[in-house]
Nanobody, 131 residues
């Protein structure tokens, strides 16, 4: 079993920075893939970034490349999402989730796991970027 808890969400101004944390209050994050999704009002959850459990490879949504960094600290049992140069369109509830891998092999190729394919979820943390 794994219990995840996000923190760090707040109101921030356009162009500002924020670091979100995903901590495990039960179980370990080591060797698990940890993903960050965000959900804006009225929209589906969108994958933001993922860190592999196998080798800590990192993956980012195109809208986040160059602005975000995902990392893990196994000693603290925590995964972080550093977000820079924030924009109003980054506003939403940010969730972390965990499973065996960031990608699944299907139909002869790898694809990112969808939100429905992650087993463990946190409760989310609100990020609001003012313009």
């Amino acid at each position: 079993q794994l219990q995840l808890e996000e923190s760090g969400g707040t109101l921030v101004q356009y162009g500002g920075s924020l670091r979100l944390s995903c901590a495990a209050s039960k179980g370990t994050l080591a060797k698990r893939a940890i993903v960050w999704f965000r959900q804006a009002p009225g929209k589906e959850r969108e994958r933001v970034s993922c860190i592999s459990g196998a080798d800590d490879s990192t993956y980012y949504a195109d809208s986040m490349k160059g602005r975000n960094t995902i990392s893990r600290d196994n000693a603290k049992n925590t995964v972080y999402l550093q977000m820079n140069r924030l924009k109003p369109e980054d506003t939403g509830v940010y969730y972390c989730a965990a499973d065996a891998s960031c990608h699944l092999y299907a139909g002869g190729s790898y694809r990112p796991r969808t939100a429905q394919e992650y087993t463990y979820w946190g409760q989310g943390t609100q990020v609001t970027v003012s313009s």
